[in-house]
């Protein structure tokens, strides 16, 4: 509801359960967030989105406002936007001759906004100057606004402000007031769930790889988030981008998409600059991704398998994990990269006998004897490869090149 001239109050808009319930098919995992942004605009209010980005805030409020049919006027929020940009002003090259004029105004998008009974998006509100976001106080609460050598403008039946803001970002950032606080109406938006961000990455990709390489791939993204090393993590942009990428690459490296050093390049590519190193730590973006994707490319159900050691090719440094971890080393060059194709596959390290196993039973969840590998007494003997091998935990059939197994 906003105030009209005569005192009584009327709807700006009103929207209908079904067209609800189609707007929650399109923006995936937000219809409570829907729900009260339709209610705060249809009640005249404004709105405060916040939440880390990637979360879908510019999406859903453009969905919002292109259903109820009104306008959208954007603006992005950043240290040079002044009160002359956000209001207008008057054409300096007119003034001398035909002086302060509502002809030779030019509207900045607040006035803009208020004229046409638009949305104004204020984008990251929080990184706009003081003197700036004061001029929006009396707006907000009035609907109204005195311009200098103007006159006084009344919105029109629709406007409304919508700001956004990430509340974790304190770079370039300033304090929001009370002010302004009292005068919107907070919609708090989180991640959406791991179900719901493989949705958007499959909407959002314009390839085909599997569902269980995208379902990696944002498992990869979402434990950015809580590693101890980052101080924040990456949205689901990530994982559509290194969807993307791998994609990509494959066909570059003329590769299909199960291969280990496409999704790790991609992940590198597409992450390590979207991650925040926590201050005092001492890792690289890098070394960060790399040990996550370790953690979800390598391991269990869907497991990117490294090779197996066989009677013809039996050292194990040749293996595909470890290639990848050396970034393209072959056998013969020296090695410096982590040595994680030793307790991959079994092989003996002095860091698999610290873990209590020779035969990589220790990494696979399995009794030593269950093991792809066998301990002898004079040492580790590799035993040959057979057709199948069975995966970790689950039991799934292995392919013996390593690759995706089977209805995977």
């Given at each position: 509801?906003?105030p009209?001239?005569?005192g009584?109050?009327?709807?700006?808009?009103?929207?209908?359960?079904?067209?609800?319930?189609?707007?929650?098919?399109?923006?995936?995992?937000?219809?409570?967030?829907?729900?009260?942004?339709?209610?705060?605009?249809?009640?005249?209010?404004?709105?405060?989105?916040?939440g880390?980005?990637?979360?879908?805030k510019?999406?859903?409020?453009?969905a919002?406002?292109?259903?109820?049919?009104?306008?959208?006027?954007?603006?992005?929020?950043?240290?040079?936007?002044?009160?002359?940009?956000?209001?207008?002003?008057?054409?300096?090259?007119?003034?001398?001759t035909?002086?302060?004029?509502?002809?030779?105004?030019i509207?900045?998008?607040?006035?803009?906004?208020?004229?046409?009974?638009?949305?104004l998006?204020?984008?990251e509100?929080?990184?706009?100057?003081?003197?700036?976001?004061?001029?929006?106080?009396?707006?907000?609460?009035?609907?109204?606004?005195?311009?200098?050598r103007?006159?006084?403008?009344?919105a029109?039946?629709?406007f409304?402000?919508?700001?956004?803001?990430?509340?974790?970002d304190?770079?370039?950032?300033?304090?929001?007031?009370?002010?302004?606080?009292?005068?919107?109406?907070?919609?708090?938006?989180?991640?959406?769930?791991?179900e719901?961000?493989?949705r958007?990455?499959?909407?959002?990709?314009?390839g085909?790889p599997?569902?269980?390489?995208?379902?990696?791939?944002?498992?990869?993204v979402?434990?950015?988030?809580d590693?101890?090393?980052?101080?924040?993590?990456?949205?689901?942009?990530?994982a559509?981008?290194?969807?993307?990428v791998?994609?990509?690459?494959?066909?570059?490296?003329?590769?299909t998409?199960?291969?280990?050093?496409?999704?790790?390049?991609?992940?590198?590519?597409?992450?390590?600059g979207?991650?925040?190193?926590?201050?005092?730590?001492?890792?690289?973006?890098?070394?960060?991704?790399?040990?996550?994707?370790?953690?979800?490319?390598?391991?269990?159900?869907?497991?990117?398998?490294?090779?197996?050691?066989?009677?013809?090719?039996?050292?194990?440094?040749?293996s595909?994990?470890e290639?990848?971890?050396?970034?393209?080393?072959?056998?013969?060059?020296?090695?410096?990269?982590?040595?994680?194709a030793?307790?991959?596959?079994?092989?003996?390290?002095?860091?698999?006998?610290?873990?209590?196993?020779?035969?990589?039973?220790?990494?696979?969840?399995?009794?030593?004897?269950?093991?792809?590998?066998?301990?002898?007494?004079?040492?580790?003997?590799?035993?040959?490869?057979?057709?199948t091998?069975?995966?970790?935990?689950?039991?799934?059939p292995?392919?013996?090149?390593?690759?995706?197994p089977?209805?995977a």
């Open positions: 509801m906003v009209s001239t005569n009584h109050a009327i709807k700006a808009f009103q929207f209908e359960a079904s067209t609800v319930e189609s707007l929650a098919g399109t923006v995936v995992g937000r219809r409570r967030e829907i729900e009260l942004v339709v209610a705060s605009l249809g009640a005249g209010r404004n709105v405060l989105l916040e880390p980005p990637g979360t879908g510019s999406t859903l409020l453009s919002v406002t292109k259903a109820a049919g009104l306008g959208y006027v954007f603006v992005e929020g950043n240290a040079e936007l002044t009160p002359s940009r956000l209001v207008g002003h008057h054409d300096p090259s007119r003034v001398l035909e002086g302060y004029s509502e002809s030779i105004f509207d900045g998008p607040l006035v803009s906004a208020m004229r046409e009974g638009s949305i998006y204020l984008e509100i929080n990184r706009i100057p003081e003197e700036t976001i004061n001029v929006l106080v009396t707006v907000m609460s009035e609907k109204t606004m005195q311009v200098p103007l006159g006084r403008l009344y029109k039946d629709g409304a402000i919508v700001a956004a803001m990430n509340p974790y304190t770079i370039g950032t300033a304090r929001i007031s009370p002010s302004i606080y009292d005068r919107m109406c907070r919609v708090r938006m989180d991640y959406q769930t791991p719901e961000e493989l958007i990455v499959q909407r959002s990709i314009a085909t599997p569902v269980s390489l995208l379902a990696r791939a944002v498992e990869l979402r434990r950015t988030r590693h101890p090393d980052v101080r924040i993590g990456s949205s689901v942009r990530g559509i981008d290194m969807a993307e791998a994609n990509e690459l494959a066909m570059i490296r003329a590769k998409l199960d291969q280990p050093d496409v999704w790790l390049d991609a992940a590198l590519a597409a992450l390590s979207r991650i925040r190193i926590s201050e005092g730590s001492e890792r690289s973006s890098e070394d960060v991704i790399e040990e996550l994707w370790r953690s979800v490319f390598t391991r269990s159900e869907g497991q990117l398998a490294p090779e197996l050691p066989t009677p013809e090719r039996p050292d194990p440094a040749g595909t994990l290639r990848v971890a050396d970034r393209g080393l072959r056998p013969g060059q020296e090695h410096k990269g982590p040595q994680i030793r307790k991959a596959t079994g092989c003996s390290d002095e860091r698999a006998t610290k873990s209590g196993s020779l035969d990589g039973s220790a990494n696979q969840g399995l009794p030593a004897k269950e093991g792809p590998h066998s301990k002898k007494a004079e040492g580790l003997s590799l035993e040959p490869a057979s057709t091998w069975i995966g970790r935990n689950l039991g799934k292995w392919a013996p090149d390593g690759r995706w089977a209805g």
